[in-house]
């Protein structure tokens, strides 16, 4: 009974975000606004392009997260093809709260968007720049018994987004989901193929430095574009190798395998006067951006694992 609920948890966080929107592809974005109950179209919209840091407003709300069951190792991870990305599902109780949140948020989901080559990937954009790829992990409010039920309320998601670029390492915390890429290809009648994953911890797949950040509300980035979602993107980058990314370049979109699953990102969207708040004073920090921090991380953390 116990394995058939996780199960069904599984399933809803594959399904819960896109229900209502089965048909829709990254090649036509301008049709996503016309599809029923879209709100792709809106004033909120994500991603957007972060602007200078200069030009973002500190705010001393935005206090450190606290992860809870994030150092938990995750047993049960299944990694989807969703036809439209590689999203991978748990039933750990982890969650996130502090922040500036206002709630216990719970993870339900992780996932990528990527592109076709390192100059481009990422849905939001740093002073104009893009990265290979993106991560989002997906939480929802505690208040609500679901991600389904949580999914269209205004407090009711809260997506933690990081950038992701080339590494001069394989990211050994990626390994179990990118490893399990070959059981995901699109198959005859399906391409939604589900496969189990090594066990893994959530906090390894975070960088090390989370206490930088900006934040801002916005929407979903794929159809139907609620805008039900308070965002927080990390200043410190997530790192993988170019083997790992082309493995992530290497699945399909569609069944018959004629459609290779890159450039599964939404561009920029215009702020329309809503602000950008950013977690440390620039004016006190005069540090650069932390580039390395998190690749010294990884190396060490990725040695760490291979003598224990």
């Not at 206002?102 to 002073?127: C, P, V």
């Not at 018994?145 to 997506?159: F, I, M, N, Q, Y």
């Not at 989901?177 to 070959?182: E, F, I, P, Q, W």
Request: aromatic share 12%.
């Amino acid at each position: 009974m116990k394995y058939l609920l996780a199960v069904f948890v599984i399933l809803e966080s594959f399904l819960s975000i896109e229900a209502a929107a089965d048909k829709w592809n990254y090649t036509d974005q301008a049709s996503w606004s016309k599809m029923t109950g879209s709100q792709c179209s809106g004033t909120s919209q994500s991603p957007i392009n972060l602007p200078p840091m200069v030009e973002m407003e500190y705010s001393k709300n935005l206090k450190p997260f606290q992860f809870s069951g994030y150092e938990v190792v995750v047993t049960d991870p299944v990694v989807h093809n969703n036809g439209h990305t590689i999203q991978v599902g748990f039933t750990n109780d982890a969650s996130i709260s502090g922040g500036d949140l206002g709630q216990t948020f719970k993870a339900a989901q992780f996932h990528f968007h990527w592109g076709s080559d390192n100059t481009k990937g990422s849905e939001h954009t740093y002073n104009g720049k893009s990265y290979p790829a993106e991560l989002h992990i997906v939480h929802y409010n505690t208040k609500y018994p679901s991600l389904t039920e949580a999914v269209d309320k205004v407090d009711g998601l809260a997506v933690l987004g990081f950038f992701i670029e080339v590494g001069p390492i394989h990211n050994c915390n990626f390994g179990p989901v990118v490893d399990a890429l070959t059981n995901v290809q699109p198959g005859v009648s399906q391409y939604s193929i589900n496969t189990t994953a090594n066990p893994f911890k959530l906090r390894h797949v975070l960088p090390m430095q989370l206490t930088d950040y900006y934040r801002y509300m916005g929407s979903l980035t794929t159809p139907t574009c609620l805008e039900t979602v308070k965002w927080t993107v990390f200043r410190d980058l997530l790192y993988m190798s170019e083997e790992q990314l082309q493995k992530l370049r290497s699945v399909y979109f569609d069944s018959s395998k004629t459609m290779q699953m890159v450039d599964n990102w939404r561009p920029p969207q215009p702020l329309n006067g809503r602000k950008v708040y950013i977690s440390f004073d620039v004016k006190a920090n005069s540090s650069p951006t932390p580039v390395f921090s998190s690749a010294l991380f990884l190396v060490l953390l990725c040695l760490h694992r291979v003598f224990i």
